[in-house]
Structures are given as C-alpha cells and as structure tokens.
C-alpha cells in the first residue's frame, strides 16, 4: 500500500501478509501485557504490585503538602513523554516541541515494543537527581502541564491484549514505594475518580492511538516480530519525529506527497497547517495505518489503482 512513498516502511511483511499473520498469531496467542507509564524510582525491590486494577477498582491514597515524604517521588523518576505533554509542555515554556525536546528530555527505547520514546531528564549523578522541573520550596513548577505519568502516580498504567481479543485493554497496577506516604492516608477513591481528578482523560484521546502503537508492537515482538524481524530503523524514526517534533512532521506533509496519496478533506488540510494536535492525530493514524495497515487513513482511488497495476504488472497478471 505504501509503494508511492520510500519515506517509511512497514514492519517488514507485505500489508496483506502482515494482516494474516496478525490475526492467526492473536488467534493462537497468550495474554500480551506491557507496561506503559510507571514512573518508579527503582529504589525499593519490587515496588510494583502484582495486582491488575480496573477503573471501578478502589484504593486508598492521598498525597499533599503536609506529607514527610513531599517531593520525594520527583527525584530518579521514570517519566515517559506521552505526545501530547509534550504539546503541552512546549506550549507551558513558550517553545516550539522539538526545543523543548532537546533541552528536557532524552531519547530512551520503551522496554515492550522497543520503539524510541522521550523520557523526561532527570539532574544529579546517573539521574538520581531531582526532576528538571522541581523546585525544592514550591514543587513542581509544571504542575498544571505535568505529564501523564506524574498525573497516574502512583499508578503506573499498562495496556493486556488477551487471548483471542484483537483490541487492548487498559489496566492498572500499584506502586507502592517504602518512602511514600500517602499509602497511608485514608482517602479512597475508585481508578476512575483518581483518574478524572489528575485531568488524565484530557490526554486519553490524543494518546490512545499512540499508546496502541506501543501495545502492538510489544505484542509483535513478543511472539518474534513479523517474519521474525524488528520494525525497521525508518519507521522508528518517523514514530520518534512524530511524537517528539509536529514541525519536521508537517513539513513532511507538505513538502513531499503525502497530500497527494491520501485522501485530506480541504477542512483538514488547512487546520493541519497550525493546528498541531490535529496534525498530531493524523500522524498517529497514519502510522497505524503504515505499520498495521489499519483503516485509519485512505489512500486516493488513482494512487490505488496505480499501486494495485503496478503489483499485477509485477507478479506477470497483465
Ligand atoms: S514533572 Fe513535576 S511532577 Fe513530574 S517528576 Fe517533574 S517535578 Fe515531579
Ligand atoms: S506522598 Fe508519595 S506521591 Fe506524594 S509526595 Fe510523597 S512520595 Fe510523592
């Protein structure tokens, strides 16, 4: 499907192939988990309960100023840049997001699906340091832009793909570090109300195609990959612009011709040229389209039956 542009390759396997061998391998498959946001400081031996929660699943917790622990969490923290904090947090200090990126993050690979993603830069010797955002007297100074992970915790988030289930579940787990005292508060609250009182669902609709991505990939990897191959070094380099720098995307959009094989109503079209969440959107959907050939972004019906005369005049059918 993706002949007419040499920007970016899929995983490796012909989009109908790959298909087919998704749904046989989910069909076969066991229970994929891969863990997502978690945030944890890697202090404690096993600070990650082994407990899934779903969202009307209750716990107590409640962190404030008066705890001894205060700041605690904010120092060797694992924070995972999700796109849309980075929109945000760009937007927080007045920056365009590829310097903001450059001057608050590094580069890591998520553990599950082995794709690049941002992690927020942590000060001190190996990153044990306080958090670049932390100030020692008033907390964090991005505290209405914070990012989701800092939002869930001490909740970290994962996403299960079960047996014979093509779409992932969201899932919950507890971590529960020695020095946070907020375990022992009495406030309750169900996963859903925590969640609504962090603003996490604001960032719901413009990650969830991005966390799919990750899921998707850790549960090809977990069964060896597509023919036994890793996602090639393009894709992961269009996946690490997409998600860290909306400006070098859209000059992609409009530079090369991208406008020209996909089918962009004019609405769109001229919303993408400022708008960067919608951009944002359309380059989410376009990668899941690119690396699982999902129905996410539609090809021009003349590029189309370009590409499929091209494939008959290949294999000798005409
Ligand atoms: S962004 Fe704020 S809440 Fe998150 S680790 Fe840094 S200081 Fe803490
Ligand atoms: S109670 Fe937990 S979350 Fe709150 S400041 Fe202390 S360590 Fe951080």
Redesign the pocket.
């Known amino acids: 499907m993706m002949q007419d542009n040499d920007d970016i390759e899929g995983p490796g396997l012909s989009k109908k192939s790959a298909d087919e061998e998704m749904a046989n391998r989910l069909d076969r498959g066991s229970e994929v988990e891969t863990t997502l946001f978690e ?1 944890v400081r890697g202090l404690d031996d096993k600070p990650v309960q082994p407990v899934r929660y779903k969202t009307t699943d209750s716990f107590k917790f409640r962190c404030h100023k008066g705890v001894s622990c205060w ?1 605690l ?2 120092h060797g ?1 694992d ?1 995972t840049l999700t796109p849309m904090d980075i929109l945000t947090l760009a937007e927080h200090f007045d920056m365009r997001p590829a310097e903001f990126v450059g001057r608050f993050t590094v580069p890591d690979l998520h553990p599950g699906s082995g794709l690049p993603v941002p992690k ?1 830069v ?1 000060t001190g010797k190996e990153g044990k340091g ?5 100030d020692d007297e008033t ?5 209405d832009s ?2 989701v ?2 939002r869930y ?1 001490p909740l970290g988030l994962g996403a299960i793909k079960m047996k014979g289930h093509k779409d992932r579940q969201d899932m919950y787990f507890m971590v529960k570090e020695s020095h946070c005292e907020g375990h022992k508060e009495e406030k309750e609250q169900t996963v859903g109300e925590f969640r609504k009182e962090q603003g996490v669902e604001d960032y719901d609709q413009i990650n969830q195609g991005w966390v799919d991505i990750l899921m998707k990939m850790a549960s090809w990897r977990s069964m060896g990959g597509p023919m036994g191959k890793d996602v090639s070094t393009q894709t992961k380099k269009m996946f690490y612009m997409i998600s860290t720098d909306i400006d070098a995307f859209r000059k992609f959009v409009f530079e090369s011709k991208f406008l020209d094989t996909y089918e962009i109503d004019d609405e769109l079209a001229e919303a993408i040229k400022t708008d960067d969440q919608a951009l944002l959107q359309l380059g989410v959907g376009w990668l899941r389209n690119v690396m699982f050939n999902e129905a996410t972004i539609a090809m021009k019906q003349d590029v189309l039956q370009g590409a499929i005369s091209a494939a008959r005049t290949e294999f000798g059918a005409s």
């Not at 306080?130 to 932390?134: D, N, Q």
């Not at 907390?139 to 505290?143: D, F, K």
Request: hydrophobic share 35%; net charge positive.
């Open positions: 945030g700041n969490c904010c923290a924070v927020l942590m306080p958090c670049v955002f932390l907390g964090c100074t991005v505290y914070r990012p992970t800092c915790y």
